[in-house]
């Protein structure tokens, strides 16, 4: 079934480790996005991807990092986990600008003790 | 900036019933797309309708349908004859339409959230 794969879709995680989430999709769709969800502040951007080779920060980059190094896999890395960082993390890709529409993963729990 | 605010955190409306949800949302662009997602228990982020702003027409989708008033930059959502089912978290999104420069990020504006539960 075509759509986005996140993994892993829950994570506990000791402060200061290295976390990397991952996110690939089989759409072919050229833009992607990380976001974070938490109770009673929605879901906030952290970075963005429009195309493969580029990304670009969004409302809550720090911290985190991403790379697109093809239109498939668009990984969010932690490169030292801290405990403001748990929260529910949704991948995202784009159909196409004339739709708008958003499709998401089904979201990756983290939680860093 | 976008910002999108709706402004009833939780709600609750009997099995049959109608309910609206609100959304207001602040921008100074003339062309974007609106949205309305579903968040069941299970995580997933489902679409529920989409308005294209130049579209003078409301949207609907089976029970879901929208009051769009671009003036007053409102886009709620009514759901008629609310089932079990339709207890979730929902989310209105905004959106900038991608320009031909690709310059616009084209991802979706979120507001916090209104948490719908049906009573049978």
């Known amino acids: 079934i075509a759509g986005i794969t996140q993994a892993p879709t829950s994570q506990i995680l000791a402060a200061g480790r290295r976390m990397t989430l991952r996110c690939t999709q089989d759409?072919?769709?050229?833009?992607m996005y990380w976001y974070r969800q938490d109770l009673g502040l929605g879901l906030r951007l952290i970075h963005y991807?429009?195309?493969?080779?580029?990304?670009g920060k969004g409302e809550v980059p720090d911290g985190y990092s991403v790379s697109r190094a093809n239109t498939d896999d668009f990984p969010l890395t932690l490169a030292s986990a801290v405990p403001s960082q748990t929260s529910v993390y949704f991948c995202?890709?784009?159909?196409?600008?004339?739709?708008?529409?958003?499709?998401f993963g089904e979201g990756s729990r983290l939680t860093v003790l | 900036a976008q910002t999108v605010t709706q402004s009833q955190p939780e709600m609750s409306v009997q099995e049959a019933e109608t309910v609206t949800l609100s959304c207001t949302y602040d921008?100074?662009?003339?062309?974007?797309?609106l949205f309305w997602y579903k968040q069941p228990p299970s995580r997933q982020m489902i679409l529920v309708i989409r308005?294209?702003?130049?579209?003078?027409q409301n949207a609907t989708e089976n029970r879901f349908s929208v009051n769009f008033q671009k003036a007053a930059k409102s886009f709620s959502l009514k759901i008629s004859d609310s089932q079990l089912g339709d207890t979730a978290m929902y989310f209105c999104?905004?959106?900038?339409?991608?320009?031909?420069?690709?310059?616009?990020?084209?991802?979706?504006?979120f507001g916090k959230g209104t948490k719908l539960s049906v009573k049978p």
């Open positions: 995202a890709s784009r159909k196409g600008a004339s739709t708008g529409e958003l499709f």
């Open positions: 759409m072919r769709h050229n833009a």
């Open positions: 991807s429009n195309t493969a080779g580029t990304t």
């Open positions: 921008t100074s662009e003339n062309n974007y797309y």
């Open positions: 308005q294209e702003a130049y579209k003078q």
């Open positions: 999104a905004f959106m900038n339409p991608v320009n031909n420069y690709g310059g616009s990020q084209g991802n979706l504006i």
